[in-house]
Each structure stands twice: as C-alpha cells, then as structure tokens.
C-alpha cells in the first residue's frame, strides 16, 4: 500500500502521513494508546520500516535482527479487541487480525499483543 494513498495502511481513514506517518517519524512516543502503536507496528511492517519495529519493541523481547518476507503482501488490519491500553493505563492488550497473501495464498495472522510502559512510552512485548 502506498504512503500517499487516502487511508493509512493500518486501515485508518486518514492519510499515511497524517496517522501512522507522525508516529513513525516521531517515535512510539506518539503512540498514546497501546491500539495506536499496535496500527503504527502494522504500518511498519507494510512498509518494511525496521527501525520503528525495534524502538517500539520491548528491550527484554525485541529480537536481534528483523527480516521481511519480500513474497508477503499485507491486505488489511482489523482490530478484534482492546484490554485496557489507553492513555493513562500501564499495561494493555490489543487482539487483531492482519491479512496477507504469500505466493498467492491467502492468510490471516490472529494475534493477542500483549504492551506496556517503560519510560512513560509504550512497548510491545509479546503475542500469542
């Protein structure tokens, strides 16, 4: 999905750079809830952008390298359920649903993304 395309690769019907762009050139700072940097991440990874991936992955979690799958095509985000997560909370839980096709093939990856603080921004943890 392109950058300048009327809605936001995460879904959101705003342009790129006016939702997700801001958080990305900003940092997850700017990601005040934990759905916020949940479309921010998925955005990220639409649009193979690592570095964001890393900053807003927890320390403890965060892998050492990511690669992307240059045969995935990812179609859509869909936000299933939201625990907690905003602004003022500590901790929050995002279930999803992203779309993609591989080879053809179309796929779904069903998620339960777990986020918290560390330094008053939030982080993603972990996902089952």
């Not at 997700?20 to 998925?42: D, F, K, P, S, V």
Request: with cysteine.
């Amino acid at each position: 999905m392109a950058k300048d395309s009327g809605v936001c690769p995460c879904g959101f019907a705003a342009p790129y750079a006016d939702h997700c762009g801001r958080i990305h050139l900003g940092g997850a700072g700017l990601g005040t809830t934990a759905e916020g940097l949940m479309r921010a991440r998925y955005s990220a990874y639409v649009l193979h952008d690592r570095s964001f991936l890393q900053v807003s992955w927890h320390p403890d979690t965060s892998p050492a390298a990511i690669d992307f799958d240059d045969n995935i095509e990812w179609l859509g985000l869909e936000i299933v359920h939201t625990e907690s997560g905003a602004a003022l909370d500590s901790i929050g839980v995002v279930e999803f649903r992203a779309r993609f096709s591989r080879s053809s093939e179309n796929l779904e990856l069903h998620e339960r993304s777990s986020f918290v603080r560390v330094d008053g921004l939030w982080v993603y943890v972990s996902g089952t």
